[in-house]
């Protein structure tokens, strides 16, 4: 969809193909394949009916439990993603062509990326697991219970956030539109049985090699003595199910939840065997936080948000919290910051703080989705998203943290943790 | 230089547990690193094969480095006195999917500890016979002023 909605002033505005060169050619220090990356999560893709057509259900990842919607508004079953091959991968959504996403065709005989016409990198489909072709002893298909990365487990137990009760969820999120399209289409359970998540996470480990983390999210519930109890309450029944197919006390897993109170942060780490925790602020500046996440802001606020962040490292351990934004969001239109430039040192100085703290900042590229508060807008320029990678990553070089639960094979959402593989420990 | 114009010898030599493989990889900054790689083999295409066990060691860093930036790594093999450097380029890392699953189910039959963090395919580009023998009859034809005199002397 076109816009009409003024967007920020750009860092160096280039358009079209030679946009990928020229940001490239200005961030050296940064690959080739980790600017394209960006820039696919940026525009998009779109799948030729030549590309559909080697998608294999019997053995490709197609789209699964939908917890966030695509950019195109479609439930439908298409690749779930695609690895580059560095091995990392693009973690994107079909988008219609009129807002001109990279095009994936099958061009002499591979799969590709195409721009302009032209072929510029081949890609793979991710490999379907094989617990994707089983059943729960509930009859639950696992695909719906637990999603595969290439080399990551994804549980999302619980499909509400009751920020949404009370009209105030994230600007940029759809999790409940896309909970009643879930629950009518495909028949998830908006709550899972702890049960399945243990049966279908003991059959995923029998696959071998193929897994090295897990990583639990849900909505946010605000329910329980002190808020976010019941939150914490399901995530340990959870974590207790996942854990009971490990030998080892504690097991390679993150949790991405609320901001908990250290007591709750406590209990988690003591009761469970997780060993990382994520808390997303989403965007780095009070304003703009409190505009673009009121539940958050209504219920934790932003620096206590932060304050939560720092006394989780005190439990988890330096290297192993964080925090993610949504880059671009903080440009949207009509409270964000009105250039890239500023966006991109009000980003950096607030991620400053947290770092000389011992909390990691990490990002995912905003993608103005039908559905959500702020769709028809537009993402933030290339040469903004590869700044800010460069960025994050140089804090975390600077501040000695280490990322291995947030990176390319843990998640592969975030191109600046996909810098950390040249880092020496 | 594509796979099919390597040395008929190599193919071979790759394929014998007596040859001895090194695997030379630099940062970015240029800092060496060299590694005794045996896993090193080549697949139906032509391409090196190496198994890197580590996600966290010098050569996983170093190839990623590669695979990046375009910058090539040397392997050398050596059995005997018979020698060869291939300079190639990392093309690919496999981390999941049948060829990954099929190499780490046969690593850790070999080895049950071990883990196995990326299949790397490198492309070779160049390969140059290192065998001392063939070098120095070569640099003796080609190069007489590199010579010690008292080696030709009566
Ligand atoms: S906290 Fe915000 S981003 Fe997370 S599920 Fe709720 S509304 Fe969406």
Not at chain 1, 404 to 414: K, M
Request: net charge neutral; hydrophobic share 40%.
């Amino acid at each position: 969809m076109s816009t009409a909605i003024a967007q920020a002033t750009p860092l160096h505005p280039v358009q079209g193909a030679s946009e990928l060169a020229s940001v490239c050619a200005r961030h050296p220090d940064v690959p080739r394949l980790v600017v394209l990356k960006t820039d696919v999560q940026r525009r998009g893709v779109h799948y030729t009916d030549r590309a559909l057509a080697l998608l294999d259900p019997e053995r490709h990842s197609v789209t699964g439990t939908h917890i966030f919607g695509a950019r195109d508004g479609r439930i439908a079953p298409r690749p779930e993603s695609l690895l580059l091959r560095d091995g990392s991968s693009i973690i994107t959504t079909p988008t219609p062509l009129e807002q001109r996403p990279y095009v994936v065709d099958h061009v002499d005989g591979r799969l590709a990326l195409v721009d302009g016409g032209a072929p510029i990198e081949e890609v793979e489909y991710w490999p379907r697991p094989d617990y994707y072709a089983k059943r729960t002893r509930s009859g639950l298909p696992m695909k719906f219970v637990v999603s595969a990365r290439p080399q990551r487990l994804n549980v999302f137990p619980y499909r509400h956030c009751h920020f949404w009760n009370d009209g105030e969820g994230c600007l940029f999120c759809d999790i409940v539109p896309q909970l009643r399209k879930g629950k009518d289409d495909l028949g998830i359970p908006a709550r899972l049985d702890p049960e399945d998540v243990r049966e279908t996470v003991a059959e995923a480990l029998r696959e071998p090699g193929r897994f090295v983390g897990i990583c639990i999210t849900a909505g946010s519930n605000t329910r329980g003595a002190r808020p976010f109890d019941a939150e914490v309450d399901y995530y340990v029944e959870i974590l207790r199910a996942i854990g009971a197919s490990f030998r080892t006390p504690r097991f390679p897993s993150q949790l991405i939840g609320t901001a908990f109170e250290p007591a709750q942060l406590e209990r988690l780490r003591r009761e469970t065997g997780l060993t990382s925790y994520t808390a997303d602020l989403e965007v780095l500046d009070e304003r703009l936080f409190s505009w673009i996440c009121p539940g958050k802001a209504r219920w934790v606020g932003y620096r206590e948000w932060k304050e939560r962040l720092v006394r989780a490292v005190d439990v988890f351990g330096r290297g192993r919290v964080d925090t993610g934004i949504v880059a671009g969001v903080e440009l949207a239109r009509p409270h964000g910051f009105a250039t890239e430039e500023e966006g991109l040192r009000r980003t950096l100085d607030e991620a400053e703080e947290l770092a000389s703290r011992g909390v990691s900042t990490v990002f995912i590229v905003w993608s103005p989705r039908p559905g959500t508060a702020l769709a028809g807008q537009r993402n933030a320029s290339l040469d903004y998203y590869v700044a800010l990678a460069e960025g994050l990553h140089g804090l975390r070089a600077r501040y000695g943290l280490p990322i291995d639960f947030d990176d390319y094979r843990h998640c592969g959402n975030h191109p600046d943790t996909d810098l950390s593989r040249l880092l020496r420990p | 230089m594509t796979a099919t114009s390597l040395d008929p010898r190599i193919p071979a030599l790759l394929a014998d547990a007596a040859t001895v493989k090194i695997l030379a990889t630099s940062d970015r900054s240029g800092r060496p690193h060299a590694t005794v790689a045996p896993s090193i083999h080549l697949d139906d295409d032509g391409r090196l094969v190496h198994l890197e066990r580590l996600e966290s060691s010098g050569t996983q860093r170093n190839l990623v480095a590669s695979l990046w930036f375009d910058r090539p790594v040397a392997v050398t093999v050596q059995r005997g006195a018979e020698a060869f450097e291939i300079v190639g380029v990392p093309v690919k890392a496999l981390v999941a999917g049948p060829e990954f699953r099929r190499q780490y189910e046969a690593l850790r039959a070999r080895a049950p500890e071990d883990d196995l963090a990326a299949v790397w395919l490198i492309e070779p580009r160049e390969v140059t016979e290192l065998t001392h023998d063939v070098r120095r009859a070569r640099q003796e034809a080609e190069r007489p002023f590199l010579t010690h005199l008292d080696r030709l002397a009566r």
